[in-house]
């Protein structure tokens, strides 16, 4: 039989609980209680209002060059609320509003971002990763714990995210193939935010959406409104549930957009027009994710106005905390911890020389 | 002569190869509407247009692949890994069959390709933007590793490099994109690939450096100079594989003394060869121990450190009267 189909259509759904106008789709509403809706807003508002902190404290020079986040909240904080404490986050560089969930310091990533290894440091019970800049190297990590976690016979699962870039590299491909095969509680969260750098989606893949690509590693795949918070947090849970119990992997693609630069070094102006990025910028997450906690009748404007100086507070605090944490920082020295367990003796030679040099650079400065 | 920075030299070098030969195509990540991410491709999609300045997806592994085919067809593609600490991703295709095509056709298909990649410290960048990893292609046989020192000799290594024919990576320290200005001549020039050059003249000592490290160098000659008349001769490497060592054993056998710099990690660094090739070529003639001042055996540290852990011009000078109080 000449061309007999044996792999049936494939259809690839896309979800949004939340209209443009941030009005809900009360079929699809998830049950989510108060509190958790409160800290999901509370977190975005943090995630937004630090990330402008972050691109202000660059251009005054007080920190070096950063990813800023701004547009992506919803992706990442509908996703990773879906997860526990006990599981496992896998960052790649764009994920600051995750990193906030899961606890990491404002001062540490100030610290981290003005090139001092101290902002590195996570606590003893951490099942974060730290940030990873090679695009796509961190997804094969991920399955590599999730079969570890397998094999400990833990039922924690491990989310980890990464760009529509990130999908063009053989890594992802091999982490994709190798989860589905070991069918490992993985869930992939791609944040489609439309570029990599200068490159649109358009040129990273003919694929009409990222999320059909999960079809070929046998594993489900959705896309979901990446600015719809209730609609990132409904996929991400219907996978995590599945993970958990023992039904492998699952694909997400988060359509959201990077309405910043890509990095604080980059200019934006050389390859896309200002029209897109309004036409996105009326998407915010955070507007549609506002208006329908005001609709539900448990955020009004004296809250909002609350949380808002609460949050201007918080965040003027740590960078005065990081500010003066980083005057005690800085020791050169600190360069040769963490290479090995045991420092071999070759380290210890150089250590010891250029302690020396140090030394004499600070007698010649005395000198003069 | 219009006075460039490395950033402008190396464009035009890509300018005028591309204008004079339509089999040169540039490849690789953001080359196109965004010029490079350090601007080394600026405007050249406008010249020649997308077929031949071509905006890759993000795969290093498929760009330098992708680039071999296009060489081994007649074509010579330069291929840009946006930093050379991102150029792992692409390891095997150059270890496994840039470097050998050649060979493992016995000759029926070379691999004229260039791969750029800017390398090393001092730009307060993030992390894996800060290495200087070249002695790994300097250690696989079949590749020619160069790496220049100035707006010069940048534009005209790469004209060299792009019409070798063997596979060039071609590494550009990115500290000195734009810290100065060269005059650079209009007129296309080429510089031998596999040849150092004398860099300042000296016989008290040999001071032996490349790329980035080739200016803090200098400096520490000229503070010599002029702070105690020692007179040290600098050689700049341009290209450090195949290393061709004549001239430095020619010039330790005048001095009897040597200092090598790199920025690279100490061990097994590309100092450890050049030692080798001097105590082969000039032991009799030496005075003292050769010294090296070099990058330590770590992770470079983020930028806030990264001063520290670069070798300096006090280093270096420091070096220097080490080697001259001996003997
Ligand atoms: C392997 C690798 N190649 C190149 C880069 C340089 N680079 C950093 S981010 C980026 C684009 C990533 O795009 P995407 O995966 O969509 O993530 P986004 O930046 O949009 O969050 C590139 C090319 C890198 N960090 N790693
Ligand atoms: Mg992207």
New interface residues.
Partial sequence: MPHEKIVPDVSITSLAILDAEGKVDKDLEPDIDIQTLLKLYRFMVLARRFDERLVALQRQGRIGTFPPITGQEAAQLGAVAAIRPTDWLVPSFRETAAELWRGRGLDNIIIANNGLNEGGIMPDHSRDFPVSIPVASQIPHAVGLAWAARYRQSDEVVMVFFGDGATSEGDFHEAMNFAAVFQVPVIFVCQNNQWAISIPLSRQTRSETLAQKAVAYGMPGIQVDGNDILAVYAAAEEAVARARSGGGPTFIECVTYRVLMHTTADDPKRYRSDEAVDAWRRKDPLIRFETYLRAKGVLDEAKIAGLQSEIEGEIKAAVDHAEARMKTMGDPMEMFDHQYAAMPPTLRRQKAILERELAADGREVEHE | MNKLTMVQALNLALRQEMEADDSVIVLG??V????G?FRVTDDLIHRFGASRVV?T???E??IVGMAIGMAAYGLRPVCEIQFS??A??NFHQLENHAARLRWRSRGRYPVPMVLRAPYGAGV??????SESREVYWAHTPGLKTVIPSGPRNARALLVSAIRDPDPVVFYEGKALYRAFREAVPEAVETLPIGQPQIAREGSDVTLIAYGAMVRPTLAAAEALDVQEGVKAEVIDLLTLSPLDDRLLVESVRKTGRAVVVHEAP??FGPGAEIVARLMEGAFFYLEAPIERVTG????V??????K??LP?V??IV?AVRRTLDQG
């Fill in positions: 990540e953001d196109g509407m965004d010029g991410v905006d997806p993000l795969a592994s498929a600490g991102f792992y991703h307060r960048a993030l992390e894996h933007h100490q061990s330590f055996d770590i992770v540290p983020l930028f806030s450190r990264e520290s852990y300096s006090p280093r420091r």
